[in-house]
């Protein structure tokens, strides 16, 4: 069994390659180790074999994304039935309509949709939907949290200090060079479940809001939920300001037969969706309200909000969508569930037999392992727990090295393929990890 690293490996062998036709060799930086990512050759399950041979079990599940693992029998069908029909084409197919049928039905704030091509993009025409409804340009988000590759939804996703400013009152900080100052000018940024701050922001700039854009439960500040009050509070002041909320529910859809929605049981203006109702494939989609998504509508002459998109619905994205989501059934979450109380707990074990001070945070299907000394509250929290870094990585090598594949942040996103088995093996693996440290 290769050991990583190995610089004799095929996988670091193909990352020299790589290098010299991508920058950094790479197109994804969220799947970046170092000293080099391991390179797939093929995965079936819960499983995914590496280029050297080497077998992991896939607790990234391409991020979330592979709710019912690799090659399920029911969504490769689908797919292959309609690679046999066609794969693109300047015409709209049924499948897009099944789909959306679908996820109306399911989903209590969204009464209509249109699908596009990744999360980026769906919260993209999102906000560009509250500007056109509302009048107005800004939008407010949550310090830290990620929403994809957006301009404005990138503000403040990365920040340190001292430009971030004041706890109560975060500043906005470009994600990268040169994101222009107008961008920033239009974003206010909100800290997380600090209920008294965010209303104190909101009202001085109510006025000037088209959107408030949260995830309920942000995969960047440590999977740590919305706070009950102050979801109340932002559903409070978006009326009374005259705000949309969008809820962004690209990641947190899975938490349940009715998304995060269901879930916190609200119905939000505008919700962004991708990831599992794709089936594996690349897909977005952003859905609300009939009279909000009525920007989009050209029956009576040019939209509000021009949206095309040359594989917007596709047919083998929306073919082996549909399939993957009529496999969620309410049993399909409540195994999940179980699962990940399962990891949750264990993981917290783990901590306390190995002497270890961590985090552990998560609900449903999803779980995140800190070694940080601070409970997580938001994002600043995140910051500090990076100082454990070296901690992480250690223990990240050690899974990569006994079967367990996940990223060196540690979060783990289950599948249905999985079981109890796999849960305890990784759990001996994580404890045998921590004691090593």
């Not at 797919?79 to 209590?108: G, K, N, S």
């Not at 009202?203 to 942000?218: R, S, W």
């Amino acid at each position: 069994m290769t050991v990583y690293p190995d610089q004799a490996s095929r996988s670091a062998r193909l990352y020299e390659r790589a290098r010299r036709v991508m920058p950094s060799g790479n197109s994804r930086q969220t799947i970046f180790f170092k000293p080099y990512p391991v390179y797939a050759h093929h995965a079936h399950g819960c499983r995914v074999t590496d280029e050297d041979g080497v077998e992991r079990i896939d607790f990234l599940n391409n991020y979330t994304a592979l709710i019912h693992g690799h090659g399920h029998p029911a969504v490769m069908e689908a797919a292959h039935a309609q690679l046999r029909r066609l794969t693109a084409v300047a015409l709209p197919t049924e499948a897009e309509i099944e789909l959306a049928e679908l996820l109306v039905d399911r989903l209590a704030g969204v009464e209509q949709l249109r699908f596009t091509n990744s999360g980026t993009e769906a919260v993209m025409m999102a906000i560009k939907a509250a500007r056109a409804y509302t009048g107005r340009a800004k939008i407010a988000k949550i310090e830290g949290a990620y929403h994809g590759g957006y301009d404005h939804a990138e503000v403040s996703q990365s920040s340190r200090a001292p430009a971030w400013g004041e706890v109560t009152q975060p500043r906005s900080v470009a994600n990268y060079a040169g994101q222009p100052e107008g961008v920033l000018n239009d974003v206010i940024v909100l800290p997380w479940n600090d209920v008294a701050a965010a209303r104190a922001l909101l009202e001085t700039h109510g006025a000037d809001l088209a959107a408030v854009l949260i995830d309920p439960i942000p995969s960047r500040l440590g999977l740590v939920p919305i706070a009950d009050d102050y979801l109340a509070m932002l559903r409070e002041m978006t009326r009374k300001i005259g705000a949309l909320f969008i809820l962004d529910e690209v990641y947190c859809l899975r938490l349940g037969y009715h998304g995060a929605q269901g879930r916190w049981g609200f119905a939000p203006d505008l919700t962004t969706m991708a990831k599992i109702i794709g089936g594996g494939f690349p897909v977005g989609a952003v859905g609300g309200r009939a009279d909000v998504m009525a920007v989009f509508g050209f029956d009576d002459g040019a939209p509000k909000v021009p949206h095309g998109g040359t594989y917007n619905a596709n047919p083998v994205t929306m073919a082996a969508g549909l399939a993957a989501m009529r496999l969620l059934t309410p049993d399909s979450f409540a195994h999940l569930r179980g699962l990940g109380d399962r990891l949750r707990t264990g993981l917290r074990e783990c901590l306390a037999i190995a002497g270890r001070e961590g985090q552990v945070q998560g609900v449903e299907s999803l779980a995140m392992l800190s070694l940080s000394d601070r409970p997580f509250g938001g994002y600043r929290d995140i910051v500090y727990a990076a100082g454990f870094g070296e901690q992480q990585v250690a223990v990240h090598r050690h899974l990569m090295n006994h079967g367990v594949l996940t990223a060196p942040t540690l979060i783990f996103n289950l599948s249905t393929p999985m079981g109890v088995a796999e849960v305890d093996f990784t759990l001996d693996q994580i404890l045998a990890a921590l004691r090593a440290l």
